[in-house]
C-alpha cells in the first residue's frame, strides 16, 4: 500500500507536462519558446522571459526555513493553489470525499464542491471549538481522501497539539491524507508539525508567505508532503505557476528580511495580548477567544451594532455570523498599535452612557 494509492488514477497516470523552461536552462540565445526578445520597460525589472516553473533559489531557501529537503516542497499560487491541487489530485468526482472540522477556513469545501467532491463534517465542539479525535476517525470513511485541519484555525484562533496530529496520522495511513494548514503558525507558541513528514508520508503541510512575511499580494505558498505527492501534484499544476515578479518580491523579503519579520510577529503578539485585555474590559464584549494567531475572535452582545459603529469609524472587521456557533462573533486582525488604539477608540461607549462616578 503506497500513499500513491489513495490517488485518482487518471492523475497517476497522467504524462508530466515538460515545458521549454525544464527542457533547457537560461542561455544567451534564447529561441525556443515564442518569447520577445525585447524587456518590456516596466519597472518591475525584466519580465521577458518565463519562470523557473519552481524557482531554484526560492525552493532552497524555503525548504531550509522550513526544515524540510527541496523534493518535499511545492510552490504554489498561495495556499489555495495547494488546495486546490490536492482535491483534483485525490478526489474523484461524486467518489470522493474531504472532512473539515468547522468552523474554519472556507476554500477546503469551495474547492472540494468545484471538484464535485463531497464534504463530510465534524464540527469542533465546545465553547473551545476543540478537536475532537475520536469523532473525527469516526467520521472517516472509506470515500474521505482528504482530512484538513488548520492550526492556529482560521477563524477560531485554536492550535491542535502535536500529539494529536501524530496518533491521527497513525490511525488514517494507508486510508487518506491528513493536510494541516499552519498560514498562522509562524504567530503560535509551537513551531507547527513540518518535523513530522520525514516518518509520515500521508501528512500535507500548508505554508504561506501571505501572513507573517507580508506578501499576500505576492500569492505565494508551500506545500510540504512526501516527495511522491510533489511529484504526483506538480503533473496537474499550470507550467509557470509562479510570476517573476512575485519570486523576485519574495527572495527580496527574505534576504535579511527573517529578522524584520520576527519583529512584525513579536509586534503582533503582544498587541495581541493587549488587545485581548482591553476588550475583555468592555462591556460590549461578551467573551474574546484565546488566539494563537494574529487575529482575535470576539463574541459581542451585539455584532451587528458593533460593525455599524466600527464602519461609521472607518474601521472594517470580518464579519463572521454565519458560522454555526458564532453566531455574535467578528474577526479582528491585529493592526499596527495605532490602529488597535483606533479600533478601541471606536469601541469605547460614549460618555453620556457610561456609569458616572
Ligand atoms: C490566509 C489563509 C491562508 C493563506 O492563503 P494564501 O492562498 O496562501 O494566501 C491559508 N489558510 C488559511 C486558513 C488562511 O486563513
Redesign the pocket.
Given at each position: 500500500m503506497s500513499v500513491l494509492d489513495l490517488a485518482r488514477p487518471a492523475v497517476r497516470a497522467l504524462a508530466p507536462y515538460v515545458s521549454a523552461r525544464m527542457m533547457a536552462g537560461p542561455s544567451r540565445v534564447m529561441l525556443d519558446a515564442n518569447e520577445s526578445p525585447w524587456a518590456a520597460s516596466i519597472e518591475t525589472g525584466d519580465l521577458r522571459r518565463y519562470p523557473d516553473p519552481q524557482p531554484r533559489q526560492l525552493c532552497v531557501q524555503l525548504a531550509e526555513l522550513y526544515g524540510v529537503q527541496t523534493a518535499q516542497l511545492l510552490l504554489g499560487r498561495?495556499?489555495?493553489e495547494g488546495i486546490d491541487l490536492l482535491m483534483r489530485a485525490f478526489c474523484r468526482p461524486h467518489e470522493d470525499a474531504i472532512l473539515v472540522c468547522p468552523p474554519t477556513?472556507g476554500m477546503y469545501a469551495v474547492s472540494a464542491a468545484i471538484q464535485g467532491a463531497g464534504v463530510v463534517r465534524v464540527p469542533l465542539s465546545g465553547s473551545a471549538f476543540a478537536l475532537d479525535g475520536e469523532a473525527l476517525l469516526k467520521a472517516v470513511s472509506p470515500a474521505v481522501k482528504l482530512v484538513f485541519l488548520?492550526s492556529p484555525n482560521?477563524p477560531t484562533g485554536g492550535l491542535i497539539q502535536p500529539q494529536t496530529i501524530v496518533r491521527l496520522l497513525a490511525e488514517l495511513r494507508g486510508r487518506c491524507l491528513l493536510v494541516v494548514?499552519e498560514?498562522?503558525v509562524e504567530f503560535a507558541p509551537t513551531a507547527g508539525v513540518t518535523s513530522l513528514l520525514a516518518q509520515h508520508e500521508n501528512l500535507v503541510v500548508?505554508r504561506?508567505l501571505?501572513?507573517a512575511w507580508a506578501l499576500?499580494g505576492a500569492?505565494l505558498?508551500a506545500l510540504l508532503a512526501d516527495a511522491r505527492v510533489i511529484e504526483l501534484l506538480r503533473r496537474i499544476q499550470a507550467p509557470y505557476p509562479l510570476p517573476t515578479s512575485s519570486t523576485q518580491a519574495a527572495l527580496q523579503a527574505m534576504d535579511g528580511g527573517k529578522l524584520a519579520m520576527q519583529e512584525r510577529v513579536a509586534t503582533v503578539r503582544a498587541e495581541r495580548r493587549r488587545l485581548r485585555d482591553a476588550l475583555q474590559g468592555s462591556r460590549l464584549v461578551r467573551d474574546v477567544l484565546p488566539s494563537a494567531a494574529n487575529f482575535l475572535t470576539v463574541r459581542f452582545v451585539d455584532a451587528g451594532k458593533v460593525l455599524d459603529r466600527l464602519a461609521a469609524s472607518g474601521i472594517i472587521v470580518r464579519d463572521i455570523r454565519e458560522h454555526a456557533g458564532l453566531e455574535d462573533a467578528l474577526r479582528i486582525t491585529i493592526g499596527t498599535p495605532e490602529e488597535n488604539n483606533h479600533l478601541l477608540d471606536a469601541l469605547h461607549e460614549p460618555v453620556s452612557s457610561r456609569r458616572s462616578a
Open positions: 498561495g495556499s489555495d477556513f488548520c482560521n494548514d498560514a498562522y500548508l504561506t501571505s501572513k499576500a500569492r505558498g
